[in-house]
């Protein structure tokens, strides 16, 4: 099936820095999600790209649909504690039945 | 909260015994998709649903099944439970706008323990 690549698989940074995480496919999507997880909790979507270019920000996160639509990247401002947790891109199908996620970005803050 | 319904939250039970997880889609969505979570695991796609048809199906076992009712609910049922059937189950659904403008929520969950 279709396969997402993710990285990168886990990140350690200091309170205040940036982050930039992406994902990479072998096949197209129509549209792009990102979403995080806390622990035992279900994915929370994040931000939604639906046009190949399209650049999206939803506060201190900036998601941006690649030109090619195999890929996608999430980044995150002047990161703070609660920003803790996996972070998750999926691909949507042309037919847009079938969401395929990515291996997750595990995202650790130090105060 | 994303307004997709799970339940139960929280499941133990036997192996060899069947459970049913129940999900209530976002008010007006028609799809329905299900995705098992084990521990530090991705999410992997079972079975989605799109106005009481099945739509496709992912790394769905045998000894699970599925459906949508005319309410649009859906229910995962699986059987002849084994160990390492402990997962978190997940229920999604979105509206399916055609081919774009699709957003696909998620429910809490429902964690299974077999023991």
């Known amino acids: 099936g279709q396969q997402l690549n993710q990285s990168p698989q886990s990140m350690f940074i200091q309170e205040g820095e940036d982050v930039s995480m992406n994902c990479t496919s072998s096949?197209?999507?129509?549209?792009w999600l990102w979403y995080k997880q806390d622990p035992g909790e279900g994915p929370v979507l994040l931000i939604a790209?639906?046009?190949?270019?399209e650049l999206t920000s939803n506060g201190r996160l900036t998601a941006q649909f690649g030109i090619t639509r195999k890929d996608s990247f999430l980044n995150i401002s002047a990161s703070i504690p609660s920003d803790v947790g996996i972070y998750f891109c999926a691909g949507l199908n042309n037919a847009g039945n079938m969401l395929t996620f990515g291996g997750g970005t595990r995202l650790m803050v130090k105060p | 909260d994303s307004g997709v319904t799970q339940t139960p939250k929280h499941l133990i039970t036997a192996t060899g015994q069947r459970v049913t997880l129940r999900c209530s889609p976002r008010?007006?969505?028609?799809?329905v998709y299900w995705y098992q979570q084990s521990l530090d695991q991705g999410l992997q796609f079972l079975i989605q649903?799109?106005?009481?048809?099945?739509?496709a199906k992912g790394n769905i076992l045998e000894r699970f099944s599925a459906q949508q009712f005319p309410d649009l609910h859906s229910e995962l049922n699986l059987s002849s439970l084994e160990l390492g059937d402990s997962a978190l189950y997940f229920c999604?659904?979105?509206?399916?706008?055609?081919?774009?403008?699709?957003?696909?929520?998620f429910g809490e969950g429902s964690w299974l323990t077999v023991v």
């Open positions: 096949s197209i999507f129509n549209t």
């Open positions: 008010s007006g969505d028609l799809s």
């Open positions: 999604a659904s979105s509206f399916e706008r055609g081919q774009s403008g699709n957003t696909i929520y």
């Open positions: 790209l639906y046009k190949a270019g």
């Open positions: 649903y799109y106005n009481g048809e099945e739509r």
